[in-house]
Structure formats: C-alpha cells, structure tokens
C-alpha cells in the first residue's frame, strides 16, 4: 500500500461498509476495505483485526454496548492489516461509526458501520499553511468523497467536486459563505456549535451529523468528520472536513425500521400458528400464537431441535416427512402431538413447505390445533356407541325412518309396543304400519295436530292414537316425532319416539277428577264449580243463577261436638241439598261451611223457588252421632241479570248472602241494584285502600297513655287515619274491615309498624315524646298467620334505628284465642325479641285463664265499655278490680281504655290500675299537633 493512500484522514472510496453480527463475526464489506486491510473480511471476527490488546478491548465494549442496546456510536481502533514485504507493516488508525440495523424479537441482530482510515494523522491535527489554507492533499479535487474547508470565522474556503455534487451548487456560489448557511432549514443547529468548539480548538477533532440544503431545497443528511487546521504558532486556522452522505443509510434505516415494524405488529396480531426451521430443523422462528398455544417463550424454542417437542410416538413420521419435504423442495400435511410447557400434549394438523431457496431460507410450518376435533372425533365414536346402547335397551320405542318414509330401524320396545314382528315395521311407511290407529280425544280435545298419519312437515309434532293392539286391548300410544336434517338442507327421515301411556292417562284422568272434587262430600270442588259456571254463561238459555250458601253457627256446632262430627254434619248437608237440587242443577262446596249452587237456564223466580227448597231440607234435624244437631242456611241469589261474568255473579251471591245474614238469619236475599251500589263501593274502596298503602298516603295519630300515678306520659298508641283524596275521612272501622275482606290486613299492620316506628324516632328528636315512651301498634288476627310478621316487625323497628323495647305490639284477646297455640310460640318468639306485648279489648272475649298464664303478656288493657260502667254499676267495678288483681299475678301492666272523666279516672287509681287513656287527657293526635301542643310530652293533673 502507497503512502499516498496511508496517509491523511479520506474515508475508503466507495462505501466503506462493514455488516456484523452483534458477537463481531463480519458478514459483509463493502467496497475497498478489503484492499485497504489486505484481505478477505467476510467471516473473520472484527477482535482478530485489532492491533493490541486495548484495541481488542475497545472491540469488546462496542460489542457489548450493541448488546446492552445503545442504537449506535463510534469507536477509533489500531488494526493489523496484511501487507506485501515491501510495505512499511504499520497498523492501521481506522474509524468506526457504527449503528444497529436490524433486530430480532428486539434484540440487536446486525450491525453497520462507517469506517474511515485516520493513519497518519496527529491526534486529529493537520499542519496546515500560515494562510490557515491546508496544504493540498494529492487527489482533492478527483476524490469521490465530499470534502470542504473553512477559515477561523467558519467561513467555506474551499470545496472539492464530490462536495458541489452532493449539494448541487459550483464551487463558486460556496466558497465565501458561513458554513451555517449552507444548512437545511431542517438542520437543529448542534453542527454549528460543534464547529464552534472545535474552532476554538477546545478539541483537535469532531464527528456530529449535519443537515446540508441542496439547490432544490431538499435535505441531505450527512456524516462530518472535521479536524482543526492550526498556523504555524499552532493556533486554530481553520478546519478541514469529509462529509459521508447518509441518505442511503436514512433511507435503508427508515425502511428497515418500517419493515420491522410492520412484521413485528403483524406477528403479533396473526393468529396464525407457524414456525421457520433450517435444513437441519432447528426452529429460527415461531410465532406468537403458537407460544401462546403451547406456554412456551420465543427464547425456550429458538435454535431448539423441532422434534424435541414431538410426541415419541409421532416422533420418527415427523422426522420422516421433515426429510422428505426437504429433499424434494416440496410440501407435505400430516397430524401429530407436540409438547406444551405444562407437559400437556396438544394435537396438529402441520403443513410443512420448503422455502429454503427462496428469502425465507427456512422450512415453513403452518399448524392448526386439531385436539378439539380430535377429542370430538373420539366423543362422537363413544357417543354413537352409546346411544346405540341406549336405544336397543330405552324404555320407549324408538322408530327410524328413510328421507322416503320407510322404517329403516326399530328398537326392541317399539315392536313389544305394537305388538307387530320387526318384519312388518321395516321397509313400510309410518303411516301404513299405523294405519289402523285413531286418534284419541283427551279432555282438552283431539291430540293430532299432524300426526303420523298426516302429511310430513318441517320440526317436530307430536299425537296420542288409540292403537288396536293385536293383544286385544286397545292402548292408547304418544308418538313424536322430530324431522333429521339432510344434506344441504335435504329432508334426512324422521325419528319417532312412541310411548304407551295408557296407564298414566288413566291416572291422569283419576288425579282430574280428584282434583276437581271435594275430598270430604264428594261434591264438586270450587274449580269444577267456576268450570260448570262458564259452561252455562256461554250456553245461554234463560239465564243462570247462583245461589251461595252459608250454614248459620256452623261454628258453635263444630267447637261444641268435635271436627268429626262437623265433618259428618258437613258429608249430610251435601246429600239434602244435592238431592233437593236435583240433576239439574250443579251444587258444590265453596269452602268450610259454605255451598254453591249453580243453576241454569233459570230466573230469578225460579231460583228463588230452588233456594227456599234447600232452606226446607235443611230445617230437618241432622242425626250425627248418637244425637240431634238443628242448622239453617243464609242463602244469597244472583242472577244474569245484574252481570254477565262468572266472578261477579260470585261477588253478587255473596254480598246478598251477607245481606240474609244481617237481616237476621235463615233466609234468602236477591241481589239487587242496592246491593250493587254497595259491593261497587265496597270493591272500589279496597282498590283505594290498596293504592292508598303502596303510596303511604295513610296517617298515624298517637293517644298518650298517662301514668295514674304520676302523670307522666308512658307511651303512645299508633290508630291509623285514612284522609281519601274524594271521601274525606274514612273511618277506621271502614277502612279495617275491608282490608280483613280483601285480604290487606298484614299489608295494613306492616304499614302501621313502620309508619309508627319512624313517627317515634321524629317525635323523640323534636321533643314531641319523652326518649323513654314507648309506641303501640295494633296487630290483626288476620295478621297473626302472616309467616312473614316477625320479619316486617324486626325491618321496620331496625330501619328506624329502634330496638324492640320502644315498641308495643296490641293484639285483641279474640284474636289469640283463634289458634291459642301458634298465637303462644309466636309471642313468645317476640317477647324473646324484646317486644312488649299487650291484651287489647281485655274481658271482652272468651279466653283461658291457663293460655292467659301461659301467654309472655307485659300489659292488660281493660276494655272501654267496663270503665265507661265504673261509678254506676257495681258488678263492672268487680270485673276491673279482677283483672287488675289479674294483671298483677302474671306481672303485667293495666292499662284502661276510654277513660272520658274525672271520676273513672279516681276510681281507677283507687283500683290500683296503672295507666290509662282517653279523651280526659287527649284525643289521639298526629305528630306535628303533638310537637305543637306538647299532648304526648306534658305531665297531667290527676290529683283531681
């Protein structure tokens, strides 16, 4: 090598490229470097070219700065070139600007660099002229690579040709002007105090990058290496530079960047499965999904052996087939199981295609999971066992037909079903071999809606026939069937299941005539009686009436005997009244004591006339039980004259039934206009009431309950008020009986409890009530039965932030004498709880004194009208003056009620009752009065 070309700082000509692998193995260089360094480079590793063992090192690091991911730098090494015997044998001084360039799976896979020979130089320093001109190099103006020169101002002294090409401007329109001048708009301005620096000559020599501007405008990126030219006093004179232009490697970048990013989001969001291997089928490639699939990382897969992941049994076909596609450069499909990172084993169908020839450079594999189908090809073989078994063996006769209708299956219950040989069943039509079949007509009607023997329709249908069974008896068949899917939408036969049903139809029809009957008198029950009911509205005739009977103090009857013989009364008074009816006419029992009578194509008169009929055989003595029992009946009569549905003719007889009752008894009463009025009034106020409760639109007032003692208010009973938007002020005794009638009443108590549970804790807060009063509310006996009482009690004293103490539950003495002994565990339930419970209206009733002994009772209320007696009769005197000794035995308070005068209220005390309320202190009151008047807070004067 001359030392013309060892000598100064020119880049190589050409493209001094240098491609290596991230371990320094070089791939590929580009033009001149091989002659400068005097052998072949493809495949040496760049540490056998350095020079010392520092320059090896400096080797290292730019390595392992690849590998730690710094994008790019630059690296100055010593290298040993080969030389002929008559070179001098100095190393080389090269210059590496280098840049990652391409990646796999992220990581550093090759690397480019720049490399220009700095042999000769001085630390970067050139001697140049006094002038600050360098002294011309040989070949300046003939070397390809850009060149140019400035002053100490950064002035452009100097250019070569390869410089006026690459910005396409003479020399001439350059020389003169700032170097910055000559930058693109796009350029940031660090070139420009890079030269600056080295002006000053705070460094002997620098490499940046730089935006030059082209005559047409456009950017050229280039590579500056710039030293300092220094005077003869060593001084900074200048700076020469070599420009190395970087569109191909920005656009190479810019490409390879697009391209990677692009093929790394496609591989991401493919979710195809596939993998690469070489010739010796070692993986270069697997995609995501497939790692997703199998649970295994890229980095457990890549270079690994194929087969390493092969199922031993499929091992030896895979490597097979593996050689086969490879020798003949052609594709091959073939299924088998391949390991996923649990050690489970999955099923794949592969396609294997060689592309070792073409950019690939690979063996492509294309997979499809096939263990679903796989598995479901094994589920389907075990499943058709399975219901084969199933069928031979069902206990219901399975029956398989042709697209053309012929059997061409059927199992051994299907023929014990008919009674027919398998011979006689296949190769026919369903309808043929069930021709001689009729359809049978169940209680709701004929069960054919197409049937075997009608013409075949898409789905399924479904019939009953009466088969003549060879046997003899006849039986009556269900048969359904379901239309099979052909091919491309073919008619593919049909399947029919028959069933013998026979015997549960007879059941059938016995459970419907059970259901439909009155267990104790035979009679019909009232769902068969609202049947007869539509029949003879829709049947017309001259009318229909209905006649609702209720036996007078059928109660007194049945508590005095024994249910045994109230039953035994009930069976008789369904025989007279049946038999006094006669055929013509439906009776039925209601319920309890309470009959029914249906009859049709009638009047009122002639209605009227059956009625008085039963009201005379009922007159009659009943013989039960070694003795005599007399009854009456309270008959109510409705006609179609006053309405045409079935409920409200009910409605009606049972209102004018009502009527007979309140007229005394034993008699029958028609339904009238009247009567209507007052139903409909009846039936509206419930329908108020009903909306009234759903929209908390009823009121609270509370009666103090004044201690006789002191005074002192102990408490307040809740009475519910009712203000209608229309009727005004409807009365509790109103409002209460209709919710009892309509079945509202624990509607109404729920209501009541929380309503006056929420009032307490107002009424505590503004001082309406003393924090230690305590709120009572009424409780219905129709409520007593609700199972969810205790539940709506404990939601609405809790939503109140109260505890069962504040809270008095009133329940008549009446209503616990009803049912005594669930009335006794449920109190006790409640008193457990913490609740008071209180006898309202107490010796009005007929209660035992051992229940009441029993009964968890904290407070006795002595009903009004024995202290409304008190100071003029001596014997309601007596009675309080029992129940408070009463009271006092089983430790409960006494409380009277109605208290109107001074004088009931001395008596009283004089008793020893303990409380009392009434008008005399306070009428009951809502909350906002009571904060207003202090009615529930205030000590009363009882010394009176």
């Not at 140019?148 to 040709?161: I, K, L, S």
């Not at 024995?866 to 309601?876: I, N």
Request: proline share 5%; hydrophobic share 45%.
């Amino acid at each position: 090598m001359s030392e013309q070309a060892r000598s100064g700082s020119a880049p190589v000509p050409g493209l001094p490229l240098l491609v290596l692998r991230p371990d320094g193995l070089v791939l590929r260089a580009g033009p001149g470097l091989p002659e400068l360094l005097g052998r072949p480079l493809q495949g040496v590793r760049l540490r056998d070219l350095a020079h010392t063992p520092d320059d090896a090192a400096a080797v290292e690091e730019l390595l392992a700065a690849v590998r730690d991911g710094v994008p790019a730098g630059d690296t100055v090494l010593a290298m040993d070139p080969h030389t002929d015997p008559e070179a001098d044998g100095r190393p080389l001084r090269l210059h590496l600007a280098w840049a990652v360039t391409d990646r796999h799976d992220g990581a550093p896979s090759e690397v480019t660099a720049f490399v220009l020979d700095r042999t000769g130089t001085r630390d970067g320093a050139v001697d140049g002229a006094v002038d600050g001109r360098p002294p011309l190099r040989a070949g300046f103006e003939e070397s390809t690579a850009p060149q140019a020169v400035c002053d100490a101002q950064g002035r452009v002294t100097d250019v070569n040709a390869a410089f006026c090409l690459l910005v396409d401007h003479p020399a001439d329109e350059l020389v003169g002007r700032p170097v910055h001048s000559l930058s693109h708009r796009s350029d940031a301005g660090a070139a420009d105090s890079r030269l600056a620096r080295l002006l000053r000559g705070e460094v002997a020599a620098d490499r940046y990058e730089r935006s030059l501007a082209r005559a047409d405008g456009r950017p050229v990126p280039v590579l500056v290496d710039a030293t300092v030219l220094r005077d003869a006093a060593g001084r900074p004179a200048g700076a020469a530079a070599y420009f190395q232009d970087l569109t191909l490697l920005r656009d190479v970048e810019r490409r390879r960047q697009q391209q990677e990013e692009f093929f790394l989001a496609l591989s991401r969001r493919a979710s195809d499965l596939a993998l690469v291997s070489d010739a010796e089928g070692r993986i270069l490639y697997v995609s995501p999904a497939l790692t997703q699939m199998l649970g295994h990382g890229a980095e457990d897969v890549l270079y690994a052996r194929g087969l390493d992941f092969v199922h031993p049994d499929d091992a030896s076909d895979a490597a097979a087939m593996f050689a086969r596609v490879v020798a003949e450069s052609g594709s091959a499909t073939s299924t088998l199981r391949v390991r996923g990172a649990g050690g489970e084993w999955h099923t794949v169908e592969q396609t294997a295609t060689d592309l070792l020839d073409t950019a690939v450079g690979g063996v492509v594999f294309n997979l499809r999971d096939v263990s679903d189908r796989i598995r479901a090809e094994a589920a389907l073989k075990a499943s058709e066992a399975r219901y084969r078994a199933i069928a031979d063996h069902a206990d219901e006769g399975l029956w398989l037909t042709a697209p053309d209708g012929d059997g061409i299956y059927v199992n051994a219950r299907l023929v014990e079903i008919l009674g027919l040989p398998e011979s006689e069943i296949l190769g026919r039509p369903m309808s043929a071999v069930l021709a001689a079949a009729e359809v049978w007509h169940g209680p709701a009607g004929p069960t054919d809606p197409a049937g075997p023997n009608g013409a075949a329709r898409p789905g399924a249908d479904r019939s009953e026939l009466v088969w003549p069974h060879p046997g003899g008896r006849r039986r009556i068949l269900s048969v359904a069937r379901v239309a099979l899917e052909g091919e491309r939408d073919a008619p593919g036969g049909w399947l029919a299941m028959v069933s013998d049903v026979t015997d549960a139809r007879g059941a059938e029809e016995q459970l419907r005539e059970a259901a439909l009957t009155d267990d104790l008198t035979g009679l019909p029950n009232r769902a068969r009686l609202m049947q007869h009911l539509q029949a003879a509205l829709v049947g017309g005739g001259a009318g229909t009436a209905v006649l609702f009977i209720d036996l007078d103090r059928f109660k007194i009857v049945n508590d005095a005997r024994g249910h045994a013989v109230g039953d035994a009364l009930l069976q008789a008074v369904a025989g007279r009244l049946k038999a006094a009816a006669g055929p013509a006419h439906t009776v039925a029992r209601f319920g309890g004591d309470e009959f029914l009578v249906v009859c049709e194509d009638t009047d009122e008169a002639g209605a009227c006339a059956v009625a008085e009929r039963l009201l005379a055989v009922l007159d009659e003595p009943f013989v039960v039980d070694g003795g005599e029992a007399v009854l009456s009946a309270s008959v109510g009569v409705a006609v179609t004259s006053t309405t045409t549905t079935g409920s409200a003719l009910l409605r009606h007889a049972d209102a004018a039934m009502y009527a007979a009752k309140l007229a005394g008894r034993s008699r029958v009463r028609v339904f009238d206009s009247a009567m209507a009025a007052q139903a409909e009034d009846r039936f509206g106020l419930a329908n108020d009431l009903r909306r009234a409760l759903s929209r908390d639109q009823l009121d609270m007032h509370y009666q103090p309950v004044v201690d006789l003692r002191t005074g002192r208010v102990l408490g307040a009973e809740g009475l519910a008020r009712w203000s209608h938007p229309n009727r005004g002020s409807v009365p509790p005794s109103r409002f209460v009986a209709v919710a009892e009638d309509v079945g509202l009443t624990a509607r109404l108590d729920s209501w009541a409890v929380a309503r006056a549970t929420r009032d307490l804790r107002t009424m505590r807060a503004t001082g309406a009530l003393s924090p230690e009063a305590y709120v009572a509310v009424n409780i219905s006996a129709n409520t007593l039965g609700d199972p969810a009482l205790e539940r709506w009690v404990d939601a609405g004293v809790a939503a109140a932030g109260l505890e069962p103490r504040d809270v008095v539950l009133e329940l008549t003495e009446s209503a616990i004498m009803v049912d005594p002994a669930s009335a006794l565990e449920l109190l006790q339930r409640l008193r457990e709880r913490g609740y008071g419970i209180a006898v309202d209206d107490f010796g009005t009733g007929h209660s035992s004194l051992a229940y009441l002994r029993d009964l968890p009772v904290t407070i006795l209320k002595i009903d009004r009208t024995f202290v409304a007696e008190l100071g003029e009769d001596a014997g309601a005197c007596a009675i309080v003056a029992s129940i408070i000794e009463l009271a006092g035995a089983v430790g409960a308070t006494v409380v009277a009620e109605g208290v109107e005068t001074a004088v009931n209220a001395r008596l009283l005390r004089e008793l020893g009752c303990d409380a009392a309320q009434g008008w005399l202190w306070s009428p009951a009151v809502a909350p906002l009065e009571a904060q207003g008047t202090g009615a529930l807070a205030r000590r009363y004067d009882i010394s009176a």
